[in-house]
């Protein structure tokens, strides 16, 4: 069945940490994308990709960084995580040629 | 640039009431609009989309028709239950080899029995 995976779904680490959140997906789609999800709900593209070893920055500045080496791989690393890095981040894919955007169903960070 | 207003939450209704979430937006060219729900812990999900104007989306039970005239794409339902409490965003894709979506900010629904 095609899907989107994120892992892990809830994690919660010190400051300075190094951690990579997973994506992966079975969808096919060339594309994919990173959202942050501030407390009061509103989404923020940090990275997205246009395929493989293409990856671009997005709206809202990151210290996050991510990768794209395979098609349905797409990890998120951040080298030392902060208080400020507490979000939810959503992971979404979409289809060459089509315009709707399909979304895993996240991770929530706590750093303390 | 492009950018999506909507209504701000959080919205409280009882069961069975009317529901109207407002969206209005700016973009340059035809977008396509769209709403999408995130249920508690869950990430988005599609909830409808229209690619022209006056195309209207539906799906379990909610409506929303792309008006061009008042660049408005609001969200409706008759008669809501407690199981539509969520988050609701209204986004748009501006297309013309645009691969993002721009976001409104969110408006929290909580249906009451």
């Known amino acids: 069945e095609a899907d989107i995976y994120q892992t892990p779904r809830y994690l919660v680490i010190g400051t300075g940490k190094k951690i990579t959140l997973e994506c992966s997906q079975t969808m096919g789609h060339d594309k994919m994308y990173w959202y942050q999800q501030d407390p009061g709900m509103e989404l923020h593209l940090i990275h997205y990709s246009y395929g493989v070893n293409s990856t671009e920055k997005g709206d809202l500045s990151s210290e996050s960084t991510v990768s794209r080496i395979r098609t349905e791989h797409f990890p998120l690393t951040l080298e030392s995580a902060r208080p400020s890095h507490t979000s939810q981040y959503l992971c979404?894919?979409?289809?060459?040629?089509?315009?709707?955007?399909?979304f895993g169903p996240g991770t929530r960070l706590t750093v303390l | 640039g492009d950018s999506v207003t909507q209504m701000e939450g959080p919205v409280t209704l009882s069961e069975e009431a009317f529901l109207t979430i407002n969206c209005t937006y700016t973009a340059t060219g035809y977008p396509s609009l769209f709403w999408y729900v995130q249920y508690p812990g869950e990430g988005l999900q599609l909830l409808l989309k229209a690619t022209k104007a006056d195309d209207k989306g539906s799906n379990k039970g909610f409506e929303a028709t792309y008006r061009k005239e008042t660049t408005s794409f609001h969200l409706e339902k008759g008669s809501v239950q407690v199981s539509d409490s969520a988050v609701y965003f209204c986004a748009l894709a501006s297309g013309a080899g645009s691969y993002q979506l721009t976001f409104g900010k969110g408006t929290k629904l909580s249906v009451i029995p």
């Open positions: 979404a894919t979409l289809r060459q040629g089509y315009d709707t955007q399909y």
